[in-house]
């Protein structure tokens, strides 16, 4: 089995920033692309940003120049840094990956969430 829990969310006041963590566990042999995606009351999940194994990454036009993805792949975990957040960035943030299992199984796994709230 495959776990993956998030933390580092909070209450912060607009412009301020967060780290947000995600480690993976379990019957890992190897993780390819790993992902951050965020849901807002009312509206469809997005992907925020992701990155592969070979540190390339991609953002939402929304994050970009704000927001951060890394990854330490020795350690299978994954990071986010949020900057200069504003109201509408909040949302619950899930770290999603994509996981090559030891039972040769290969599946997208999710984490639990972790709450951002940015107050205006």
């Known amino acids: 089995q495959v776990q993956l829990v998030e933390s580092g969310g909070g209450l912060v006041q607009a412009g301020g920033s967060l780290r947000l963590s995600c480690v993976a566990s379990g019957s890992i042999l190897s993780i390819n692309r790993m992902n951050w995606y965020r849901q807002a009351p009312g509206k469809q999940r997005e992907l925020v940003a992701g990155i592969t194994s070979g540190t390339n990454t991609n953002y939402a036009d929304s994050v970009k120049g704000r927001f951060t993805i890394a990854r330490v792949n020795a350690k299978n975990t994954v990071y986010l840094q949020l900057n200069n957040l504003k109201p509408e960035d909040t949302a619950v943030y899930y770290c999603?990956?994509?996981?090559?299992?030891?039972?040769?199984?290969?599946?997208?796994?999710w984490g639990q969430g972790t709450q951002v709230t940015v107050s205006s």
């Open positions: 999603n990956a994509d996981v090559l299992t030891l039972a040769a199984y290969r599946g997208q796994y």
